[in-house]
């Protein structure tokens, strides 16, 4: 039997958000060379362009602290790319979320929660 696999839904971690999404949203760009993107990835801003890129455990940059998530499907693989992001006064689904490959255990993965509650971003 053949398994088939199904990709996130844009929005699909969403557990509740302010003023029917006006409130928590806004368009972002997302930095060329970040690739590829799900719904759900959890996000930094680079602090000297102000563009969003996949937020790693650590960096020098600013993206090392998380500020977003990403909602739709995105592909900033050659060339920045507007979306949409969640940014503030919302609750989303821990299962739903997307990581940068260095955030690869539990300890670090609460600490980006805590980067997001301090942007009003629950993380249930």
Do not use: C
């Amino acid at each position: 039997m053949t398994v088939l696999h199904e990709s996130p839904h844009d929005g699909n971690f969403i557990l509740s958000e302010d003023a029917e999404g006006r409130l928590s949203r806004d368009t972002i760009v997302i930095a060329s060379g970040a690739g590829k993107l799900l719904p759900g990835t959890v996000l930094g801003r680079v602090t000297a362009s102000g563009k969003f890129a996949p937020s790693p455990e650590t960096a020098a940059d600013g993206s090392e602290t998380a500020s977003a998530i990403l909602i739709g499907h995105v592909d900033a693989t050659d060339a920045d790319a507007v979306a949409v992001g969640l940014m503030r006064h919302a609750e989303v689904n821990r299962f739903g979320l997307i990581y940068h490959a260095s955030v690869d255990d539990d300890p670090k993965k609460s600490a980006k929660w805590d980067q997001l509650r301090a942007v009003g971003i629950v993380v249930r």
